[in-house]
């Protein structure tokens, strides 16, 4: 499947968070719990904060006008489960790590097979454009 040029940004930050993903569960299975939790907290502040923010602020409002309001809604809901168990991370927790690595797999897999096809297919090519442009 091609990706629009515009969504490859955002994509290749997918391909980031499932390398996030795999590294913090062989650091748990290691016995390396503070080292997952670290880089997970460091990565989710510098990378998947700011990539939420995009799709949140240009694509979710535009899929949620064209009617795609489950699409959104299961994004949402994604967002803030990984926020919540990044949060608790912080918070000193290490029984979320796996589940956070877990649910960061699925989501992108989510967002490349069913969300990207969607907006590639219904956003006006003003939305896309401003995606492509950010930064
Ligand atoms: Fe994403
Ligand atoms: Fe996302």
Redesign the pocket.
């Known amino acids: 499947m091609k990706r629009d040029p515009r969504l490859r940004g955002?994509s290749s930050?997918?391909h980031h968070a499932l390398v996030l993903a795999r590294t913090v569960t062989a650091l748990v299975a290691a016995g390396r719990a503070d080292d997952a939790a670290n880089h997970l907290i460091d990565r989710f502040e510098h990378e998947l904060e700011p990539?939420f923010r995009v799709?949140e602020a240009l694509l979710l409002p535009a899929l949620r006008g064209a009617g795609e309001v489950a699409l959104v809604e299961r994004t949402e809901a994604d967002h803030a489960s990984l926020r919540a168990l990044a949060l608790a991370a912080r918070g000193g927790r290490r029984d979320g790590l796996v589940a956070f690595a877990e649910r960061l797999t699925d989501h992108?897999r989510f967002?490349e097979r069913e969300l990207f096809p969607c907006c590639e297919a219904r956003l006006p090519a003003a939305v896309l454009d401003a995606v492509g442009q950010r930064r």
Do not use: A, D, T
């Open positions: 955002l930050e997918h990539h799709e992108v967002e």
